[in-house]
């Protein structure tokens, strides 16, 4: 079975964004040397947009070949009229309002989504699927997550909106790697203990 991986961004103190999910306060610490790290490593996770911007033309896809996201999260790229935000990556959109796709790039799920990311981690290829957030859509993933890869940056929010919109429960990782960068911000990968 291949990995959901659960690439996110957060604050020291656990949130992906503030009480809305406005994660802005954070593109602060994307500087050279952590875009350096996203090129050779993640470029698949930086939007179309932002690939455009910093000059990422000739990157392919180094850990993921799908994405999934929840419809909220979506919806930020859609107010700007982008309607494929992650154009290298098959893109899995959660949603039971959106009564079909904006783009021929995108799927929508709005039925057994546990049953469906459990179809795309049987699927026999090398790379495996991003779960890319917001918080609902990992809350209700939270038994499918294999790996997380963590980003955080140097800020406490205080309150905000959780890695997951899930009960409590404690669930048991290993840590296999942490990066570090002068500026502050932690890149920790972990594996879930099954
Ligand atoms: N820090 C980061 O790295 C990061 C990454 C991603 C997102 N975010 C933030 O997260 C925020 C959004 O998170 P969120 O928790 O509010 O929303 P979300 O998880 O992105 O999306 C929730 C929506 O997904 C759909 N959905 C959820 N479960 C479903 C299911 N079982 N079947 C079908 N559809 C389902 C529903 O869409 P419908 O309402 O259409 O039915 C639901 O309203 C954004 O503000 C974004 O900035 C941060």
Not at 45 to 66: K, P, Y
Not at 110 to 116: A, K, M, N, Q
Not at 170 to 184: K, S
């Amino acid at each position: 079975m291949r990995k959901l991986t659960y690439f996110i961004a957060c604050s020291i103190d656990g949130f992906i964004g503030d009480p809305s999910g406005d994660a802005t306060s954070m593109y602060r610490f994307v500087n050279e040397e952590f875009l350096s790290f996203l090129k050779a490593e993640y470029p698949e996770t930086v939007s179309a947009e932002g690939r455009e911007a910093l000059g990422f033309h000739d990157t392919r896809s180094q850990r993921f070949d799908t994405v999934i996201q929840g419809r909220s999260s979506y919806q930020l790229a859609l107010d700007t009229g982008v309607t494929s935000p992650y154009a290298l990556l098959r893109e899995i959109v959660a949603s039971r309002t959106l009564k079909e796709s904006p783009d021929a790039n995108v799927e929508v799920i709005s039925e057994d989504l546990v049953g469906r990311v459990r179809e795309l981690k049987a699927e026999q290829t090398d790379l495996g699927i991003w779960l890319c957030g917001g918080s609902q859509l990992a809350g209700e993933l939270i038994d499918e997550v294999d790996e997380l890869v963590i980003k955080t940056y140097p800020l406490v929010y205080g309150s905000g909106m959780p890695m997951f919109g899930s009960d409590f429960r404690a669930i048991e990782f290993t840590l296999d790697a942490v990066r570090t960068f002068d500026n502050g911000v932690l890149v920790r990968t972990y594996s879930r203990k099954r």
